[in-house]
């Protein structure tokens, strides 16, 4: 599936459901998940409700929202995928942007399907999970966050991936165990337009 570069909108989670919004393709939910070591709220399993933003924020009444305890092993996330189990092309866009609250740090992950096993989707068969993200330092006041494709990166213990748009499996927010315990908003999430 294609993205033709007019519909950047991903979420603005106002419609208080799981969905991402149905535009350009795009037919993907949000999901929670983590290692195990640690709790997470919301909980992983089931459908991932937004939270309703405390005295809101402008015309905005919901968004993402996760907090947890210390983890030792990879972390915990917030993720959605773009076309379940396909690539998705969103190289009409220029990289991905939202509004951010909380304390501490998070990353902003575009999984590509070269880096995820075969049996999530992907194409890696070995050395995987070593994703393209970027990491974005909170502030405990709303600021909007601008991430461009070049911005991306790997960590280095998996296989090296040149990033490519035009094979984007999912979008995640994640913590690594450096960066629990946690508690962060995100809304208004879109790709940015060229």
């Given at each position: 599936?294609?993205?033709?570069?007019?519909?950047?909108?991903?979420?603005?989670?106002?419609?208080?459901?799981?969905?991402?919004?149905?535009?350009?393709?795009?037919?993907?939910?949000?999901?929670?998940?983590?290692?195990?070591?640690?709790t997470q709220?919301?909980?992983?399993?089931?459908?991932?409700?937004?939270?309703?933003?405390?005295?809101?924020?402008?015309a905005?009444?919901?968004a993402?929202?996760?907090?947890?305890?210390?983890?030792?092993?990879?972390?915990?996330?917030?993720?959605?995928?773009?076309s379940?189990?396909?690539?998705?092309?969103?190289s009409a866009?220029?990289?991905?942007?939202?509004?951010?609250?909380?304390?501490?740090?998070?990353?902003v992950?575009?999984?590509?399907?070269?880096?995820?096993p075969?049996?999530?989707?992907?194409?890696?068969?070995?050395?995987?999970?070593?994703?393209?993200?970027?990491?974005?330092?909170?502030?405990?006041?709303?600021?909007?966050?601008r991430?461009?494709?070049?911005?991306?990166?790997?960590?280095?213990?998996?296989?090296?991936?040149?990033?490519?748009?035009?094979?984007?499996?999912?979008?995640?927010?994640?913590v690594?165990p450096?960066?629990?315990?946690?508690?962060?908003?995100?809304?208004?999430v879109?790709?940015?337009e060229?």
């Amino acid at each position: 599936m294609r993205a033709a570069g007019n519909a950047p909108l991903i979420d603005d989670f106002e419609d208080n459901d799981s969905r991402i919004a149905p535009l350009e393709h795009r037919a993907g939910f949000w999901s929670a998940s983590n290692d195990n070591s640690g709790t997470q709220r919301p909980a992983p399993g089931g459908p991932l409700s937004m939270t309703r933003i405390p005295g809101g924020r402008g015309a905005s009444q919901f968004a993402l929202h996760t907090s947890g305890s210390k983890f030792t092993k990879w972390g915990a996330l917030l993720a959605a995928d773009f076309s379940p189990r396909r690539c998705y092309d969103a190289s009409a866009y220029a990289g991905i942007s939202f509004f951010a609250r909380g304390r501490g740090s998070f990353n902003v992950v575009a999984k590509m399907t070269q880096i995820a096993p075969e049996e999530f989707g992907g194409s890696c068969t070995h050395d995987c999970y070593d994703s393209h993200l970027a990491k974005i330092a909170l502030s405990s006041r709303w600021q909007e966050q601008r991430v461009t494709w070049a911005e991306l990166a790997q960590k280095g213990y998996g296989q090296p991936v040149p990033f490519d748009p035009r094979s984007l499996l999912s979008l995640e927010f994640t913590v690594s165990p450096d960066q629990t315990p946690f508690d962060f908003w995100v809304d208004d999430v879109r790709f940015l337009e060229r």
